[in-house]
């Protein structure tokens, strides 16, 4: 298990729990503490702390943590890279990961595959965020790396907007803009496991809130998956390469888009909501991947 919060969180927990269960050898190794390695032969290593080489079969990948530069950014990065480069199955793969960590990135994957997107546009030009939600009209500013909607703003004014702009652009951050367009109070999350929909949820918003995540109060409920959302969902999953995923959808009048594509969900919400615990089922893809 490869992470960066010092104590695992309650969905690594899970995992942990679930690999011991099947009688796996497991380690919780965090990511900013991993070395990598580049031999006078030519060989690679990875060691863990001062000097502990790490040799592992797979791992599964629950966060890289906050990175502040990108440098750091690329060295954790790259550390992945190199743990697949020695023949380490990885779950997700970095190249998943990277593809859905990049929200815009995510978004050009899916709207060149034909999966629905929200109109999306990043920039780093204050006026044209400005002459965008004067367009526009309800505009989501949001992070182009982030999680739990933490972040992510709901702008009508373009006043407003350029003096957010303004500050973002002032801490060397992109401006990533979608056109709001959510026709009810709720988004759906789905759960993939490799060929698998385990089910969906409903997310409703709090009354002080336009957001959806499970982590700012939001209310479950199961949802039911029709073949149009199985699909989206599905080839969202697959688009963006990633064995699993917590696909966001939404509700709008020309039919379901996808919001995000989540490479390292949580799914407290998604348990409460249909009982189903996703972390058996993610054992079962990464052991099976691992035997063939």
């Known amino acids: 298990m490869i992470h960066e919060a010092p104590v695992p969180p309650q969905s690594a927990r899970e995992l942990l729990t679930e690999l011991l269960r099947r009688g796996v050898s497991v380690l919780y190794l965090r990511i900013s503490r991993?070395?990598?390695?580049?031999?006078?032969d030519g060989g690679l290593?990875?060691?863990?702390?001062s000097d502990h080489s790490i040799e592992i079969d797979g791992g599964l990948v629950r966060g890289v943590g906050s990175v502040a530069s990108m440098e750091t950014l690329l060295k954790r990065v790259n550390t992945l890279k190199q743990f697949e480069m020695s023949g380490v199955l990885l779950v997700n793969s970095t190249e998943g990961f990277l593809n859905a960590r990049?929200?815009?990135?995510?978004?050009?994957?899916?709207?060149?595959?034909?999966?629905?997107?929200?109109?999306?546009?990043?920039?780093?030009?204050?006026?044209?965020?400005?002459?965008?939600?004067?367009?526009?009209?309800?505009?989501?500013?949001?992070?182009?790396?982030?999680?739990?909607?933490?972040?992510?703003?709901?702008?009508?004014?373009?006043?407003?907007a350029y003096i957010i702009g303004k500050t973002w652009l002032?801490?060397?951050?992109?401006?990533?803009?979608?056109?709001y367009t959510r026709s009810r109070d709720r988004d759906i999350?789905?759960?993939?496991?490799?060929?698998?929909?385990?089910?969906?949820?409903?997310?409703?918003?709090?009354?002080?809130t336009w957001k959806t995540n499970v982590a700012q109060g939001a209310r479950v409920e199961k949802a039911p998956i029709d073949t149009e959302l199985a699909e989206i969902s599905m080839r969202a999953t697959k688009t963006l390469k990633l064995d699993y995923a917590g696909v966001d959808v939404g509700e709008t009048e020309n039919g379901y888009v996808v919001y995000?594509?989540?490479?390292?969900?949580?799914?407290?919400?998604?348990?409460?909501?249909?009982?189903?615990?996703?972390?058996?089922?993610?054992?079962?893809?990464?052991?099976?991947?691992?035997?063939?």
Do not use: C
């Open 170 to 179: 002032s801490h060397s951050q992109p401006l990533l803009l979608q056109k």
């Open 189 to 208: 999350r789905v759960l993939v496991v490799g060929d698998e929909i385990l089910g969906a949820i409903y997310r409703y918003k709090p009354v002080d």
């Open 102 to 160: 990049d929200k815009y990135r995510a978004t050009q994957l899916l709207a060149s595959s034909g999966v629905r997107v929200p109109e999306t546009k990043i920039t780093e030009d204050v006026y044209v965020l400005s002459e965008t939600v004067r367009a526009w009209g309800k505009t989501v500013i949001k992070p182009l790396i982030g999680s739990m909607g933490y972040g992510s703003l709901l702008v009508t004014d373009p006043d407003i």
């Open 34 to 40: 991993l070395n990598s390695e580049v031999l006078r």
């Open 45 to 49: 290593r990875i060691s863990y702390g």
């Open 260 to 292: 995000e594509v989540n490479a390292m969900p949580n799914w407290q919400g998604f348990y409460a909501g249909t009982g189903i615990n996703p972390a058996p089922k993610i054992v079962d893809y990464l052991l099976s991947k691992l035997r063939k």
